[in-house]
């Protein structure tokens, strides 16, 4: 969009009167923000555990609805503030560079005329005539052009042609141009004004030119920044939403972005957001929700507040994409949003949620900022943001969590899906496939995880944290490689692997915690725990995987303790704590699928000894746990 701003206008702009709009606007977000907390607590969640009849229900259901409206408007007033916001910071240097431009004018009694041209004095000693060499006008070369049959001024006054080093003339030559004459070769004593006022007229027209993209920017985004009639907050709404939102950051791209820390460390971003005020926190929620959810060194409150926000725009976006990956990643978002709106104990928040690759999703059960006792679990094979992992993978977060919370209340536990887990293969033989195989998913996902674990460490609210890092399935190998990163995994006190095919580390002393520190539970029946080294693989080939993974022959370690991915992590070599767990139903025999006893470490109803086993390293009572016996 074009602006017509004149520098007139630009010198008249008060700019406090655009703070003071943003500041209303930023009034009504906030409004609408108290209203949405007060219909979801005081009302919605009121009613909800007060009443169980259908009428209660669907009242609970339209006030849902009320909050979504609510959420909406303070999402949009948000963006408004913002646009407004960053076009009265924008404006201010240009407006700074004006303003010295008419000073400079004044000082030295020049005229600036409507079309902000310079006009000045004669001056300066004719050497031929005797005279003062004339006055001119200098026009601005940074984007305003001198009108047909002017110049930009010269050294002795306006000429006809491009100005040369010895002032204008027709063809830029040294010549002397009295007047717009014809050229006199000569002595000259230069006009001491002309270069003065172009630099004036130069600067002028240089904040001008700058001042209209500015103004021009925010006028697109600010026109397109327009709700539909009605109350319904649908998909569609959000869509827009998210195209409003990548409006406004396309005009604010220098004015928020830029001054994220994004390449600085977790501390340094806590620090960087402890800094800011309430009102600069607001705006980088309003545009920036995706930034500023997945920020490691940001506060777990904040992270959840933009997350849910959004969670809606992602969903929104993916309504419209009707291929495979996009709907199961739509599958997954709307199965963690169900969970959102309906809430748990402990109270579940959002502390990531990407679409980029497999799909990122970041759930904790419980503040981890305030909580004394935190994991982090890393899930493996096969997991991809979809209903399954929102199913599964946060219940076992959410489960561990529950039995952290028997032996200490201070307990938040976390599911980590920040990195692409190896996906099972089409023809379903893990030795077949390249990724699954490979350590290098791990070992592209581990900085990764120990940026997340930096984040918690910079966020906890507590003298000396209880951290546990949890590594299941091929998640265990991830949890393997950040550990061997420089400065190993930050904050962890515990490191747990759970269904291990082996984690790149030969001796648990390694891990960067103290053997004693390492625990690990491996099921008698879990195969993906006993798979072969490379070595035994060669030697003794496996028949292959039925679809679902079902084993044709047993797999076991031939006796060197070594697995696919290391050294056995429940063998007496390696040197952790191995703790009792269910030797869990047999592959297919059992009638339960090809791998169950790897999916119930977990889980207290199918293998109670392991996830109580679990819960108590997490809360911090490792003492108590019950062992084995290493293989």
């Excluded at 004006?98 to 409507?114: K, Q």
């Excluded at 000045?120 to 060499?133: C, D, I, Q, W």
């Excluded at 240089?206 to 209209?212: F, K, Y």
């Excluded at 959002?350 to 059960?365: H, M, T």
């Amino acid at each position: 969009m074009t602006s017509v701003l004149t520098w007139q206008q630009l010198r008249d702009l008060t700019l406090t009167e655009l703070d003071d709009a943003a500041d209303g606007w930023a009034a009504v977000a906030r409004r609408a923000d108290a209203a949405g907390t007060q219909v979801d607590g005081d009302m919605a969640g009121t009613l909800s555990k007060s009443q169980e009849s259908e009428s209660a229900k669907s009242a609970v259901g339209r006030l849902k609805r009320l909050s979504g409206n609510f959420d909406y408007l303070r999402t949009e007033c948000g963006l408004i503030r913002s646009a407004v916001n960053g076009l009265s910071q924008e404006l201010a240097a240009p407006k700074r560079r004006l303003g010295a431009a008419l000073d400079d004018a004044g000082a030295n009694s020049y005229t600036v005329n409507e079309d902000g041209s310079v006009a000045y004095p004669s001056g300066g000693k004719n050497a031929m005539t005797g005279g003062a060499n004339p006055g001119g006008t200098a026009f601005g070369n940074n984007g305003m052009l001198a009108p047909p049959g002017a110049s930009n001024g010269g050294l002795y006054g306006p000429g006809l042609g491009t100005p040369g080093p010895y002032g204008p003339g027709l063809g830029g030559g040294p010549t002397l141009t009295p007047g717009g004459g014809q050229p006199i070769k000569g002595v000259y004593e230069p006009n001491p004004h002309q270069a003065r006022a172009q630099e004036i007229a130069d600067s002028i027209a240089h904040a001008l030119r700058e001042a209209r993209e500015i103004d021009g920017r925010y006028q697109k985004a600010l026109g397109e920044l327009k709700a539909a009639p009605g109350l319904t907050v649908d998909a569609k709404t959000w869509a827009d939403m998210a195209a409003d939102a990548g409006t406004v950051r396309s005009a604010a791209r220098t004015y928020l972005l830029d001054e994220v820390p994004l390449d600085k460390p977790a501390a340094a971003r806590e620090s960087w957001w402890a800094g800011l005020s309430q009102e600069q926190r607001e705006e980088y929620l309003a545009v920036y929700p995706d930034v500023i959810g997945n920020l490691d060194g940001i506060p777990s409150v904040v992270r959840d507040e933009a997350n849910r926000e959004n969670l809606q725009l992602l969903i929104a976006k993916l309504e419209g994409q009707g291929d495979e990956k996009s709907q199961s990643q739509l599958g997954g978002l709307k199965e963690i949003d169900r969970q959102l709106q309906e809430g748990s104990r402990p109270p579940m928040m959002l502390l990531g949620i990407g679409d980029e690759g497999n799909g990122r999703a970041i759930v904790s059960y419980g503040n981890p900022d305030t909580s004394k006792n935190v994991s982090a679990y890393v899930p493996g094979l096969g997991t991809a943001l979809d209903s399954d992992f929102a199913k599964n993978d946060l219940k076992r977060a959410r489960d561990t969590a529950i039995g952290a919370r028997e032996y200490d209340q201070s307990s938040a536990s976390i599911v980590w899906l920040g990195y692409d887990a190896p996906q099972l293969p089409d023809n379903d033989n893990l030795l077949h496939s390249g990724a699954v195989m490979s350590s290098e998913r791990a070992e592209k996902g581990a900085p990764a995880y120990n940026s997340f674990m930096s984040g918690l460490s910079a966020t906890n609210e507590n003298d000396d944290p209880h951290v546990t890092s949890i590594g299941h399935s091929y998640g265990s190998r991830t949890v393997g490689a950040a550990s061997q990163l420089d400065g190993g995994i930050p904050g962890a006190d515990d490191i747990i692997l759970i269904g291990s095919p082996g984690v790149g580390v030969d001796r648990a002393e390694d891990m960067g915690v103290g053997k004693e520190n390492v625990y690990v539970g491996a099921a008698e029946n879990d195969p993906v725990s006993k798979l072969p080294s490379k070595e035994e693989a060669i030697a003794y080939p496996l028949s292959g995987f039925v679809p679902g993974g079902a084993i044709l022959r047993e797999v076991s370690d031939l006796g060197d303790d070594d697995l696919w991915f290391g050294k056995d992590p429940a063998s007496e070599a390696f040197g952790a704590q191995r703790f009792a767990v269910d030797d869990g139903p047999r592959p297919i025999i059992d009638g339960e699928g090809a791998t169950p006893a790897h999916s119930n470490y977990f889980n207290p109803e199918k293998d109670p000894m392991s996830a109580d086993n679990i819960a108590k390293i997490v809360a911090g009572q490792p003492e108590t746990i019950d062992t084995e016996r290493h293989r």
